[in-house]
């Protein structure tokens, strides 16, 4: 059976937001710990969560449960560093999905579906679809991890999905796009599409 490891990108340094997001409280957890903990929750055969912004703060708010917790010291030059740190503590799987951990609507559901749908198909590259609104997670097949790991910058995957939209696959969801949370109004609408108090 192939293997699909997941790979948490948890380790922002909340530049707009003006404080370390991983922290905000949300639930009885925070952002982090909610999105970790759908991850656990999930298929996925491992979870790996890259902390970089504030990982002192957010490593001592998060209670994984089955998660591996590793650091990207290089979290300032942008994204593609956390992914690179992601990729070398699951080399071994068969494919790595990217879940991002400023993005609590990705839940256990779509997780599964997703990682379900590469099961199934077995493409290079496997983009969720929101009622046609291309968004996260991702999952990339093992033959991927090289172009992944000379990637650089921020949204530098998204440029790779599209200079080979022929390797990728859409995966229907049939629900809205999930928020991210990069300002405090995101905060705020995250809060309200979770159906959860916001905080004052």
């Known amino acids: 059976m192939a293997s699909v490891c997941g790979i948490v990108l948890g380790a922002g340094a909340s530049r707009r937001l003006g404080r370390p997001k991983q922290t905000l409280p949300l639930g009885d957890t925070t952002l982090l710990g909610w999105v970790v903990r759908n991850a656990e929750a999930s298929s996925l055969d491992r979870v790996v969560v890259v902390l970089g912004g504030a990982a002192d703060d957010t490593r001592a708010a998060l209670v ?40 609590p609507g990705v839940d256990t559901s779509v997780i599964d579906a997703v990682g379900a749908y590469w099961l199934r198909h077995r493409p290079a590259m496997a983009v969720s679809s929101y009622r046609g609104q291309l968004g ?47 300002t405090w109004d995101d905060y705020l609408a995250v809060c309200r599409q979770l159906g959860l108090p916001a905080p004052g």
Do not use: T
């Open 64 to 103: 994984p449960e089955r998660a591996e917790l590793v650091s990207n010291q290089d979290y300032a030059s942008g994204c593609a560093s956390s992914l690179l740190a992601g990729l070398s503590a699951v080399r071994n799987c068969d494919a790595a999905m990217l879940v991002l951990g400023d993005m």
């Open 136 to 182: 996260h997670p991702f999952v990339f097949s093992a033959e991927m991890f090289a172009d992944l790991a000379g990637l650089h910058g921020d949204k530098a995957v998204w440029k790779l999905i599209e200079a080979e939209p022929e390797r990728a696959r859409h995966v229907p969801l049939d629900r809205p796009l999930p928020l991210d949370v990069d």
